[in-house]
């Protein structure tokens, strides 16, 4: 109602500047909450990010080291079987693959069962992404090949893995689905390489009694720098693990060498590996590390398609409004 020509209210009346200035004051926590609020989920989703991505770097370097590792003892496995003249049935790779395997398992056993079983298993699941991709892009199988076919190294390596301690790498049968009917030799395939390294080491060592130390051969290690895109990453991967040094002299150490061998990593076309006994050396290609590296992000890529293929479905024990999660298996 009006009174004496002015208007009142039981309410006070705020002129502009003061609800500026006041309500500005009463809006000042709830805006101060928001950003707080906003910069926590911005700098959580960050640091998520670095965590994932961290971890993504730790995975490709772990595989790409241990796929590393696994050819060059296979290559190592040649200059033995060239050098000391082991009799061998059957076809050399497939030797070669069979030491290698008992030469890196050996190896990591002072690294405990949980890191031996990554290793291996990266090496493995290298396998058979190569065959996957192979499949993929439609190409043929290379039947007539002086190596088994991906897929066959990938099961023969879970064969070896598991039956070195059936008991023990159990796991191994479900990450690998290597059959039961191959599972059950294992053990004896196992037994059978682990014996023929034993003999390797026994004949290595009972010529090398008479051999000084002044004049054993060495196994030299020689880097060209890797002209990749991320060539001076892997570079440094190699060089600070020290892998190639330390297989370079386990080698030299236990097993008879009538010459020197040199190991050298090199920039060349092609992603390959290989023994050559003319020139006593062994040619790592930088393109194969590369490599690597590329099977390492095809497989998290792969792990991430899997998780996003996960979906809701309706469980028919329960009831309708009971999910069950599900993951595709393609």
């Not at 991709?133 to 043929?140: A, G, K, N, S, T």
């Not at 895109?229 to 330390?246: C, F, N, P, Q, T």
Request: charge should be negative.
């Amino acid at each position: 109602m009006r009174m004496n020509g002015q208007q009142t209210t039981s309410q006070r009346m705020i002129p502009p500047a003061d609800i500026a200035t006041t309500g500005g004051r009463r809006l000042y926590p709830c805006l101060c909450m928001i950003m707080l609020a906003a910069f926590f989920i911005f700098t959580a989703g960050h640091s998520s990010a670095r965590e994932t991505r961290a971890s993504n770097e730790e995975y490709e370097r772990l595989f790409v080291l241990a796929n590393v590792e696994f050819t060059l003892w296979h290559e190592l496995a040649h200059v033995v079987i060239w050098e000391m003249k082991p009799p061998v049935f059957g076809r050399e790779e497939d030797a070669a693959d069979n030491l290698a395997m008992i030469a890196e398992m050996r190896m990591q056993e002072s690294e405990g069962e949980a890191g031996m079983l990554e290793k291996l298993q990266a090496v493995a699941d290298g396998w058979k992404m190569e065959w996957r991709l192979i499949q993929e892009d439609e190409l043929e199988n290379a039947y007539w090949d002086l190596h088994a076919l991906e897929i066959q190294r990938y099961y023969n390596i879970a064969c070896l893995v598991y039956g070195a301690n059936p008991e023990k790498h159990a796991v191994i049968l479900e990450a690998t689905q290597l059959p039961t009917d191959r599972a059950e030799g294992c053990r004896d395939e196992y037994a059978m390489a682990n014996h023929a390294f034993d003999w390797l080491l026994s004949q290595g060592s009972h010529r090398m009694k008479d051999y000084s130390a002044i004049n054993r051969r060495v196994i030299s290690v020689r880097y060209e720098d890797n002209r990749s895109i991320e060539g001076e990453k892997l570079d440094a991967w190699l060089k600070e693990s020290g892998l190639v040094e330390r297989l370079a002299e386990a080698v030299a150490r236990r097993f008879y060498l009538p010459r020197n061998v040199e190991i050298s990593f090199e920039n060349c076309p092609f992603a390959n590996a290989a023994w050559n006994a003319e020139t006593a050396n062994i040619k790592f290609c930088h393109s194969l590390v590369n490599r690597f590296l590329y099977l390492a992000r095809e497989l998290q890529k792969d792990r991430l398609r899997q998780a996003e293929a996960s979906f809701w479905q309706p469980d028919a024990g329960n009831s309708e409004h009971a999910y069950r999660l599900s993951l595709r298996k393609d």
